[in-house]
């Protein structure tokens, strides 16, 4: 009974983290500057829709699991409202994880956070975010009218602070 268990625990893992996915094909990036934001429709860790509405300046991209700990490391010591107050939104990118790997820890992990979390947890949806952007930094894009005005690339928790609370 024992060996059949772990068999079928390591079948579902095989299962759950095998790669499928087809190399890489050209996407156009929707992060340039000048392009607009406003179709932007994502759910957050809640499920709950959010998007980029005229109120939002920056919209910060984190595309790596490392580069996320940091935003997020970072925004747990801040009240649950200081993106909102800052007039900006946080995007986590979890789509290179395989699912199971996902729906069994990442999410639920980021359902104990206080701030929002919006989430590219589809491939096809997160390229042409990923496109063309330096997924080891954290991304902040400025946005005025829904529309990107300047893109900036930030490395540490202090350069991310100092970005959000710059009016």
Known sequence: MKKIIIGLFVSLMLVGCSSTAEPEQAVEPKLVVGKSLSDIALNDQFEKAHKVGASTKKVIFAFSKDIAHTCNDFFVTQSPTYLSQNDTQFVADVSAAPSLIRSMFILPGLKDFKHTVLLLDDK????????????????????????????????????????????
Not at 124 to 135: I, Q
């Open 124 to 167: 096809e949806k997160a390229a042409p975010y990923r496109s063309e952007m330096n997924t080891e930094k954290i991304v902040v894009v400025y946005v005025e009218d829904e529309l990107i005005t300047k893109i900036v690339t930030l490395s540490s928790e202090d350069e991310l602070k100092n970005v959000i609370e710059a009016k």
